[in-house]
């Protein structure tokens, strides 16, 4: 009834050669627009069906996508785009700073305010209670609000209101609601409100009786100050702004009467402030203004601000006031440097007021060291210092500097001078540096912060050449004697870690540039080891030992050498927290993946890292996110690819086993094992050039027997799958028999389990079609599998069609079917007297049977039950058509709701169609049409698809014409 | 039904001076069309004057206050009686500021016991069962700017335990010796008054440092004449115990309205007190004076 044509594979491959160019290789590239050359078939025809050879890719245009998208990512062009725009909006933005001075605008590289700001919230925190003395005025006073300059302390009649034992987070509220407050009084109307508001909350800020929350506090309060300056600003810029609005860079002129008037009588009103602390605040807030008024306001009003805070007593106030005027000074005017330097040089003049008498007087009060009162300096100097310092010109630095050394070599001046200027120019006076900190007054500021800011300057900015190797020595000598007891240590825990961090890291780069590279850093890390321990003070100090570590990996990218450093993975051992920890791992796998360029077996390495992939694993729990896990499993998939033992197969294949054993929670990197083992046997098959030993023979299986073993514990059956499958095929390559038979049974034995659906990036998707492209893979490998001497013919065959007839296929699927229609060419292919591909030293089927014809028949047997089976759903489909045909008037007629996509007519019989239609195209390629009743059958299936007409037309066509050809070569 | 009246000065700033023009509208909006008896508008420039209580006594305060004296004074009818339409009218005027005989016009001033003031009132006038509308509104007057040339001349002081009047036991006394300088103490108005101070060195700690601003006002009647000096204002210019040797600037604006150049006529004067004063850890107060002359330039 049925044979299958003999096929002459040879003759065919050279019919169907391209005759086209190839894709030229050179610049291939599967992510390029595709580029179009006529192949007229498939390249390597493994199948050998020709039939289907004239595939789309033929005739297909360039690729929808990539012709759509015209060659650009469309990401990249809007990425492109907001670059391209970006500086076009900072450019409108910052054009009004341009017409006050070109060449002395602020730039992005100065450090804005707002960045300080969190800063110093964070760090002036207390736990006393405070206390907000609010004398407000009552609403009565906005009836003096008109033209007159009633004094405003004089028509406050209002109550005073002391709101005592506020905690810190209480006390930020507070200030918040008056913030609020403010805008509010605004909006309503109510200027004076607003500014008796911010007149009473500058008012908190001569109050010093928590001083340790005071840079807080003056960090919270200025805040209002800005909100108030900008109100008024607006407000006036609105009231000139009728006609059109008020062009960036008005004048004077532009500014009409009315306006002019407004903002007089506001500075009328803040001139005649009772208090002198409000008065300047308020004035500086409303710096701005001056603009409507005169050109010359600005450039006059900062030096007689300037000039004012002398009055202020009590230095850190001063200080802080200070600070607030060249902030505003910067913003509005930073082109007036002389006031920034008057005030620096007027707060030099009255440092001496730290050690008097009320100062003490009230630190013995207040409880508070003076080390720690000296901290509190530092926002506000360092503040005025880098104003100053911003785009100096290199004599004013040196100058400040020589002042400073003149004020009795201050340390608290010289640390903020560190700070403030520029890195070079430190790095460059390092020795000096040096010189002056050791020397310097020690007054309650210790030492080893002055050596923690020179550090960071000399983190960003090298020190000469010649000098490097000294000041590393000096430094060094100073900073072992500066080990401050423990108590001190505990005291300052806030400062000593970041100082110690600034000095580990300068040291760490200091041998750097001085060369002198692993010695030293191994001290220093052993230095901080020493001072972490005790005590757990490494808990505090995460952050900064991250860093210090990070900073060593921007300079070791030679791994060897790194971990050969004996202080290295002690280091390492400090990070005790769990996220902490997994999270240095990452960042040094992350470095090793980027550096590593040759593959190691270095024991040093591959023990250290081992190690930190260990951790990296052990991190992995029940709550991990999967996001996570995958990153993770990325790092140490890149880590085992880099490990290589050359030759030394067994060791190489022991580092598998052991790799296993560490990271079996990870599944990737499980898969990735299995994938190294099994590019291992193919190594060694290769190495033996196809003919194995005894020894590596037994090697090749012991691979084989680890893949079989791994496999199981993956949870993903499609890997499970594709694994079963690969690693078969490997182990047929390397002719173990019985490993092959087993892996490729353990795949059909798993099937059934294959759910109907997986999810596949999240979403829920059904199975089929990856389980079909799994059969076919699978049938396309079963050619070159012997069967089994103990099995029946073709043992494997029936397992597997056995398998796919039990599997429970989603309904009104025809995937069963396309299965068996795609088993006729493999069974075409077997029946022959060669086979299409071999596997090298493996006996095929051919060569077990020989043509024998019980197994011809035996094949022709199994078609023929195929073939059955097909026809008998082509029929069942047709039969639907007939049964479905009444019912389908019956739906249409009562208009009940369908559920189907299509009419069910239309869907079965489009099913049958293409079903017939591939049945058709099988039988064409692979049956022998001079078979009568094969050739009958061929033509019903051509009557049978085109009765619905569902075919595709050039399809067909070109069938049609291969039919004929092939009908008339044979 | 509603109605406002208001008057719009042309002058942001509403300031005149002898012999010019103030100018302005009245402004009358209204939803529907207004019936009234006459519109009329009138300027006055007026000095008041009143008797402490503590000079006189506070019967004669009350009854014997003295008759204000009249400066300018003018009256034209806007509108006669009619209709103003509904909607916004304006109805522009001007008033030439030219004095009767010789009197003088002085500058604005608001004080306790002497006041000048210029005022221009709006009345309409309307039917019986209406009531009638008014407004008031203050415009400024500034004297004519002075002839002669202001020189300025510094005014130094010194300020020590024996420089001190007016104390009761000097022997407990803490040490202190407070130098400075005004720049001028005959100042120009529209100028803030300026100058140093500088503490040398204090045994105790100073709390604060203030200016004093004080007027002092005179009015003549019949029983002879009351001098009273009052507070205007008080600024702070240093807080704490300042920096010893460090010169602390002097610095104050005068406030408008509240001050006038020094005016002395033959019923009232004004003059004006500068007060540096020096407050001390314990509450001890010292204070120097300095008159001053103020003028307009």
Known sequence: FLSCSRRNYEAELQRCRPEAAPVEF?????????????????????????????SSSSSAPADPLSSMLDGTDPLSMFAAASVSEAPAMTHSASTGKKREKEEEVVGPDFEPWSSKRGEILARFTTTEKLSINLFMGSDKGKTCGCILDLPVCMCVQGSQRELLNLSQQDYANRIEELNQSLKEAWASDQKVKALKIVIQCSKLLSDTSVIQFYPSKFVLITDILDTFGRLVYDRIWTMCSDPRPLPDSFTVDDVNDTAKETCLNWFFKIASIRELLPRLYVEAAILKCNRFLNKTGIQETLPRLTAMIRGIGDPLVAAYTRAYLCRVGMEVAPHLKDSLNRNFFDLLGTFRQVSGESVQNQLVQQRVEVPEYLTLYSPAINWILQCIAYRAPEPLLTEMMERCKKLGNNALLLNSVMRAFRPEFVAARATDFIGMIKDCDEAGFPKHLLFGSLGRSLACADPPESERLTILNEAWKVVTKVRSPQVEYRCYDYICDHTFYYVSITFIHLSFISRSQKREVNTVLADIIKHMTPDRAFEDAYPQLQSVIRKILTYFQDFSVLFSMERFLPFLDMFQKDSVRVEVCRSIMEVFIKHQVELTRDPVILNAMLHICKTMH????????EDEKRSLALLIIGFIRMVSFGRDFEQQLSFCVEARATFCNLEPVLVQLIHTVNQLAMETCRVMRGSHSRKTAAFVRACAAYSFITIPSLSSIFSRLSLYLLSGQVALANQCLSQADAFLKAAVGILPDVPRSISVEGKLRSSESFLLDFINNFLATLLVVPDHPEHGVLYLVRGLLNMVQDYTWEDNSDAKVRVYVSALPLLAAMSQETYLYSIPKVDSNETLYGG???????????CETLIGQILDNLKALGRDEVRQEPAHCYVFSSCAPTSFFLPPLQQSTRRQGALAFSLFGVLLAHGDLRNNKLSQLAVNLWNLCHKHGYCE???????????RCSTHIS | MSVTLDIRLKRANKVYHEGEVVAGVILLVCKEALQHHGISLSMEGLVNLQLSSKSVGVFEAFYNSVKPIQLISSNIEVAKAGKVPAGKTEIPFEFPLITKGNKVLYETYHGVFVNIQYTL???MKRSLLAKDLSRNCEFIVHCQPQKAKVVPTPVNFTITPDTLQNIRERSSLPKFLIRGHLDATNCVISQPLTGEVVVENSDVAIK??????????????AEGYARDATEIQNIQIAEGDVCHGLAIPIYMVFPRLFTCPTLETTNFKVEFEVNIVIVLHDDHLITEN????????
């Not at chain 1, 024998?852 to 199994?862: G, Q, R, T």
């Not at chain 1, 037309?953 to 039919?963: A, D, Q």
């Not at chain 2, 604060?208 to 009647?221: D, F, K, N, P, Y």
């Open chain 1, 953 to 963: 037309t050039g399809i067909s066509v070109s069938f049609h014409t291969h039919s």
């Open chain 2, 208 to 221: 604060s440092i203030e200016l004093q601003l004080v007027r002092v006002e005179t009015c003549g009647c």
């Open chain 2, 121 to 123: 009132r709006c009345d």
């Open chain 1, 618 to 625: 052990d991190s992995v729990n029940a709550l991990t996110l």
């Open chain 1, 852 to 862: 024998d014809p019980k197994f011809l028949s035996e094949i022709n047997k199994l």
């Open chain 2, 290 to 297: 300095f008159p001053l002359k103020l003028c307009r330039v």
């Open chain 1, 26 to 54: 050179g610049d291939y590239h599967p992510l390029k627009p595709i580029m179009v050359t006529d192949t007229k078939s498939r390249r390597g025809a493994r199948k050998g069906s020709t039939s289907s050879s004239s």
